[in-house]
């Protein structure tokens, strides 16, 4: 099992009218990730964020994970690289009304995901045919924390990784 825990830094740029976007004192999120296996748990706390226009405000995680494929034969036990990696992509968004902001102050609820890199059928991995079976490399995960206002604008990206 291998658990990352990362202290998020605020990164804001914004091109807003009359808002500066930034966290309170104590008020950025502190995110943790798990991995087991292919299956990924984790979750951001909340955050106090200021100096917000009066746009909805979505904020969450998106997350990817990938691995390359190896197909292995019914018969004779030999292994070939799969033709084809598996992926899979997650997004934990919520979303604060513009009406609930107040005085350019909102507090962004805890966040949690959970998501799990599938293995391929042997066709999705490029395998000889349908009689062979398939298992995952490594995997690479990656998942960002985001703010944005509005939407799709981009007011923070933080990314941790494994």
Not at 28 to 46: I, K, M, S
Not at 75 to 103: C, D, M, R
Not at 110 to 136: H, K
Request: hydrophobic share 40%.
């Amino acid at each position: 099992m291998k658990r990352l825990t990362a202290v998020l830094v605020s990164c804001l740029s914004v091109s807003l009218f009359a808002a500066s976007p930034h966290y309170k004192k104590n008020g950025q999120p502190l995110c943790t990730a798990e991995q087991t296996g292919n299956t990924f748990v984790g979750g951001c706390t909340a955050g106090l964020v200021a100096g917000l226009g009066n746009e909805d405000l979505t904020f969450g995680v998106i997350a990817t994970a990938s691995a390359g494929t190896f197909c292995h034969s019914p018969g004779s036990g030999n292994v070939a690289p799969g033709q084809n990696p598996a992926e899979a992509q997650f997004a934990s968004l919520q979303t604060i009304p513009g009406s609930a902001i107040k005085n350019g102050n909102a507090t962004l609820s805890p966040v949690s995901f959970s998501f799990e890199l599938a293995v391929p059928t042997p066709e999705q991995a490029g395998c000889a045919n349908s009689n062979w079976s398939v298992s995952l490399g490594p995997v690479e995960w990656s998942a960002t924390y985001v703010v944005y206002q509005p939407f799709p604008e981009l007011l923070e990206k933080l990314s941790f990784d494994f």
